[in-house]
């Protein structure tokens, strides 16, 4: 089963991702649309999952959180004995754990994930990779690179761009 995108989701989408707040009249008003088939639109990429939640977006540096870093690290498929097997989705899973984890990644490269951390300082960062993510087991080395200054940001998914909109497939257990 198939399910299309029209323009008028994408325009819907559009609103929502740069402001989950708005009620479905005031986007209806914005797009041209009755109220009751934005509703329904949106109801239904609710269930379909292509809207996977709604979140505020916090602003770090008023939460004493605004040290970012990068953390690249390394599976150990097997323990030092040859005995072991680990995964790259166990070890990522291990990781999504921590509350100060906003990303992790599974990546190609020299690497295999790809952490993103907010923490209060360099300090923190520091404690985090000694104390916490080098004990994951799995982990064999990390490489950290810490941001200096941010420019962009964004949870946001360019859709006014898009000249096709997408077809969302329907396998059964999810999308």
Not at 47 to 53: H, M, P, R, Y
Not at 124 to 135: E, N, W
Not at 141 to 157: A, D, H, P, Y
Request: aromatic share 8%; with cysteine.
């Amino acid at each position: 089963m198939e399910f299309k995108l029209d323009e008028k989701d994408l325009a819907i989408l559009a609103f929502i991702q740069r402001n989950c707040k708005l009620a479905a009249r005031q986007i209806a008003r914005k797009i041209g649309s009755p109220i009751t088939t934005v509703f329904a639109k949106i109801k239904r990429m609710e269930k379909l999952g292509v809207i996977k939640e709604y979140k505020a977006i916090l602003d770090s540096h008023k939460l004493n959180c605004s040290t970012t870093a990068f953390i690249f690290a390394s599976v150990s498929y097997r323990t030092k004995d040859n005995e072991q097997l680990f995964s790259q989705r166990d070890v990522a899973k291990d990781i999504a754990k921590f509350p100060e984890v906003q990303e992790v990644h599974i990546i190609t490269g020299d690497w295999d994930l790809l952490v993103k951390l907010k923490a209060e300082n360099v300090d923190a960062v520091g404690i985090f990779v000694i104390d916490k993510l080098r004990l994951v087991k799995g982990i064999e080395k990390t490489l950290t690179c810490m941001v200096f200054e941010t420019r962009k940001e964004t949870t946001e998914i360019p859709l006014e761009t898009r000249k096709n909109p997408g077809i969302i497939r329907l396998y059964p257990g999810g999308v």
